[in-house]
């Protein structure tokens, strides 16, 4: 028996006569985009995140996007303006500042987070920078108390990209709570996953809020009538209704996810494996736990051998990436360092004990070959 990285069919199983009732009503109703579902959806997942407006979308990359894209519209920011990002992030950080004719400039993390250096941030601020794109990344908050002071400072936008970290919280307050306005994504992988492409702007800005339920429907908010040249980006109403089971059942999954990290972390002590910091439990949802490993090719390998798969997240930092040859020159030894070095375990709100275990004893058995 393999321990698998992530099982999404167990993760559905539990809920497969709730998931399968509410596709029933979906397609009973008759009504398949911008209905009912998404309304009652949009307002269940704003109350959970502690905001007036969620505006359902496509998918994570078109959240983040219609972001900056709403912001164009509001003249507040305009091409050619720079927007800080952390360099260690999932490319769709990056695609969806480019895709704005916005400049990334990717910063460092901190050494002990893997969450953007607030140091490098305020280095990195130069005239032409607008705003900051603060990634929660692996499920863990970034430093948003210092984050926003920066941009207050600063005169900045502060936007979350919270992909990974639905539910995690700071003084009270949950991620897409913490700036100006935040994306996430309900990829189905995801702490909160749909099963299909989905995603959702937060804010308490109204007029933003109102500027991108336009723009993801063909830029009209009266049927025919087009206000501004908009895209297709919709979460449809299966996927609404899908992510109304899952929202009720988020927390206990969570709850389930710092299960796993806390034995992980009581469990593994090999000098050769560098486990996660985490600070405040409320913090991290831990959508993957990652360790550190100068050998990490090796002990992936090792782990493989044992029957248990792992995963890179990421293998090449997007400044690496062919997409963004023209970042090539930056410098950003920490975060190409730690490209070399991360190895996400398996992670997961079904993941038993019993798997748990396997995992422990594997990584305590793992010598580093000469
Ligand atoms: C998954 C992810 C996205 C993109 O979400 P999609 O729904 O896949 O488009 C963006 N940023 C981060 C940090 C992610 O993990």
């Known amino acids: 028996m393999d321990v698998p990285f992530l099982s999404l069919k167990d993760v559905n199983a539990r809920y497969a006569d709730e998931l399968k009732a509410a596709a029933g009503r979906v397609i009973d109703s008759g009504w398949y985009v911008l209905g009912e579902e998404l309304t009652a959806f949009e307002h269940e997942f704003a109350a959970y995140c502690g905001v007036r407006?969620?505006?359902?979308?496509?998918?994570?990359?078109?959240?983040?996007?219609?972001?900056?894209?709403?912001?164009?519209?509001?003249?507040?920011?305009?091409?050619?303006?720079?927007?800080?990002?952390?360099?260690?992030?999932?490319?769709?950080?990056?695609?969806?500042?480019?895709?704005?004719r916005l400049v990334p400039i990717p910063v460092e993390p901190?050494?002990?987070?893997?969450?953007?250096?607030?140091?490098?941030?305020?280095?990195?601020?130069?005239?032409?920078?607008?705003?900051?794109?603060a990634v929660h990344l692996y499920g863990q908050l970034a430093d948003m108390s210092a984050l926003a002071a920066l941009a207050r400072r600063h005169n900045l936008l502060l936007i979350e990209d919270a992909a990974q970290a639905h539910g995690a919280m700071s003084d009270g307050h949950?991620?897409?709570?913490?700036?100006?306005?935040a994306a996430f994504?309900?990829?189905?992988?995801?702490?909160?996953?749909?099963?299909?492409?989905?995603?959702?702007?937060?804010t308490d800005n109204s007029m933003l809020a109102e500027r991108i339920a336009a723009l993801r429907n063909y830029g009209?908010?009266?049927?025919?009538?087009?206000?501004?040249?908009?895209?297709?980006?919709?979460?449809?109403e299966i996927q609404a209704a899908m992510l109304?089971?899952?929202?009720?059942?988020?927390?206990?999954?969570?709850a389930w996810r710092r299960r796993v990290a806390r034995r992980y972390r009581e469990g593994i002590s090999n000098a050769q494996i560098q486990l996660p910091y985490a600070a405040r439990e409320e913090r991290h949802v831990w959508h993957l736990f990652v360790v550190r490993c100068s050998r990490r090719d090796a002990l992936q390998q090792?782990?493989?051998?044992?029957?248990?798969?792992?995963?890179?997240?990421?293998?090449?930092?997007?400044?690496?990436?062919?997409?963004?040859?023209?970042?090539?020159?930056?410098?950003?030894?920490?975060?190409?360092?730690?490209?070399?070095?991360?190895l996400s375990l398996p992670m997961g709100p079904t993941l038993s004990d019993d798997a748990v275990d396997r995992v422990i004893e594997a990584c305590q058995a793992f010598e580093c070959p000469a």
């Not at 050494?111 to 900051?132: H, K, L, S, W, Y």
């Not at 009720?248 to 999954?253: F, S």
């Not at 029957?307 to 920490?334: D, F, N």
Request: contains cysteine; proline residues 5%; glycine residues 10%.
């Open 53 to 100: 407006h969620t505006v359902g979308v496509g998918n994570g990359l078109d959240a983040l996007s219609l972001i900056l894209r709403g912001y164009k519209e509001l003249g507040i920011i305009e091409e050619g303006d720079e927007v800080i990002v952390p360099g260690n992030t999932f490319i769709a950080s990056f695609l969806a500042i480019s895709e704005n």
């Open 110 to 133: 901190c050494q002990a987070t893997f969450n953007m250096d607030p140091a490098c941030v305020e280095a990195a601020i130069g005239p032409r920078t607008r705003a900051i794109v």
């Open 174 to 181: 949950k991620a897409g709570a913490l700036g100006d306005a």
């Open 185 to 202: 994504s309900f990829f189905p992988a995801k702490n909160l996953g749909a099963l299909g492409d989905g995603g959702a702007v937060v």
């Open 220 to 236: 009209s908010a009266v049927k025919y009538h087009h206000i501004q040249r908009g895209l297709n980006s919709r979460l449809d």
């Open 244 to 254: 109304r089971v899952k929202l009720k059942h988020l927390d206990e999954d969570i």
């Open 302 to 342: 090792h782990l493989q051998v044992h029957g248990i798969q792992s995963q890179v997240h990421y293998p090449v930092p997007p400044h690496r990436q062919p997409a963004y040859a023209a970042l090539r020159g930056a410098h950003l030894p920490l975060t190409e360092r730690l490209h070399d070095e991360v």
